[in-house]
């Protein structure tokens, strides 16, 4: 069972990412999907959820409006689209499936985590 991220990158402040993370091993379209962050010296925080279908999304209130959650099950991949960086959004991004259809903010929610990657915004 394997959570592979990708997509990150150095950009400038306003500009725009798209994070992709592959899972392999098994089918994780049963599961809710989460992307968190990690900046230097800091805690690793919740950024988004999905919940297996996509019905339900939650984002923390500091990227609302700004990043976009999806999944496509077919291809077991599932995104995070990222508009209008800001420097403060510079950190280690990871994805992570949920050991349930539908689930909340707390990593311990989260039983299978991809290896993170680096994004950079700078001002």
């Known amino acids: 069972v394997q959570l592979q991220a990708s997509g990150g990158g150095l950009v400038q402040a306003g500009g725009s990412l798209r994070l992709s993370c592959a899972a392999s091993?098994?089918?994780?379209?049963?599961?809710?999907m989460g992307w968190f962050r990690q900046a230097p010296g800091k805690a690793r925080e919740f950024v988004a959820t999905?919940?297996?279908?996509?019905?339900?999304?939650y984002y923390t209130d500091s990227v609302k409006g700004r990043f976009i959650i999806s999944r496509d099950n077919a291809k077991n991949t599932f995104y995070l689209q990222m508009y209008s960086l800001k420097p403060e959004d510079t950190a280690v991004y990871y994805c992570?499936?949920?050991?349930?259809?539908?689930?909340?903010?707390?990593?311990?929610?989260?039983?299978?985590w991809g290896q993170g990657t680096q994004v950079t915004v700078s001002s």
């Open positions: 992570a499936s949920a050991r349930t259809t539908r689930a909340g903010t707390e990593p311990y929610e989260y039983n299978h």
């Open positions: 091993g098994r089918s994780f379209s049963s599961y809710a």
């Open positions: 999905i919940s297996w279908m996509g019905e339900y999304i």
